[in-house]
């Protein structure tokens, strides 16, 4: 049995939490992605992965030793490194003269491999060549994705929602103007993708809304798809089935329409008419004759005494 696989019983409440952290939870953690290099990884490679660590941070993990594996022909190191470090995420990163700078783009599944493509870059400009302001760490990016391809294509379709999964960030409850200063731009066009950057800058405009410029940033990279290794549609369902705990409670007996108006139906008991309240009346009221007959041949008042 692996040594990972084990059941831990921890000895000390710092490692108590560690694990009750790894836990299942109905609200997961944010995603950690780890970036690793291969054993024959260049300098350009190198410096991608640096590049995009400092984009990921703080939910990112850099291997700086190199790794010999290949993750299309064996995948049990990448399982170990994310068992290791509680990450579903992976950048694997290589070099050679088949497959020159490489990189093979992935996520996790019940820490098993789900899918992954292979991405070859083709044009690089770091963080350190462009001259300019860049966003603080851990500033969460605006996605943007440009290309119908990402919308036909199934191999493009599930490196959108890959690419989303990896970039996304944390989940927040609210969104303040001035922390949207950070654009990621994919578009797909030719067979290829092209990744770039962006700042947002804030310029007066003389109203309440601010004129908008875009001031490059960094990374920039020119990629091709090579090779794929997709999940299977019934693998890929089940990865994305949701808890019951999360599913709002279907009520009963509430509908809507086409225009977002609630209608609610009300189940009633059957009412008693004669007890009903009605308003009082000089014309409603009993003539002592009707009330007579009612109580069943009551007797008649008496006369007045002379």
Request: charged fraction near 35%; charge should be positive; include cysteine.
């Amino acid at each position: 049995m692996d040594a990972l696989d084990r059941v831990v019983k921890p000895k000390t409440k710092r490692a108590k939490r560690f694990l009750e952290k790894r836990e299942p939870k109905l609200n997961e953690n944010t995603k950690n992605a780890m970036l690793i290099r291969g054993g024959n990884a260049n300098l350009t490679v190198t410096e991608v992965l640096k590049d995009i660590y400092a984009v990921k941070k703080p939910f990112a993990v850099l291997y700086k030793r190199k790794n010999i594996t290949r993750p299309f022909e064996d995948q049990t190191s990448l399982e170990f490194f994310s068992k290791k470090s509680d990450c579903s995420l992976f950048l694997f990163g290589s070099h050679n003269k088949k497959r020159p700078n490489n990189l093979i783009i992935g996520r996790m599944f019940d820490y098993h491999v789900l899918d992954m493509i292979e991405l070859g870059v083709e044009k690089f400009v770091s963080l350190k060549d462009i001259k300019n302001s860049k966003c603080p760490e851990g500033t969460k990016p605006m996605l943007i994705f440009a290309g119908d391809v990402f919308d036909v294509n199934e191999e493009y379709r599930r490196l959108k929602s890959l690419l989303i999964d990896f970039f996304r960030g944390p989940t927040v409850p609210s969104i303040r103007l001035a922390g949207l200063e950070y654009v990621l731009h994919f578009t797909a066009v030719d067979g290829k993708i092209y990744m770039r950057s962006y700042k947002v800058l804030l310029k007066k405009s003389g109203c309440k809304i601010p004129r908008i410029e875009l001031e490059e940033m960094g990374p920039s990279l020119d990629l091709v798809m090579r090779r794929t290794h997709l999940a299977s549609d019934d693998l890929y369902k089940l990865s994305l089935k949701q808890p019951k705990g999360l599913k709002p409670k279907k009520k009963k007996n509430i509908s809507h329409d086409v225009f977002g108006t609630t209608y609610g139906r009300i189940h009633m008991q059957k009412q008693d008419l004669s007890k009903l309240q009605t308003r009082k009346m000089k014309g409603l009221k009993k003539r002592p004759a009707e009330k007579s007959a009612e109580d069943g041949g009551a007797t008649p008042k008496k006369s007045k005494s002379a």
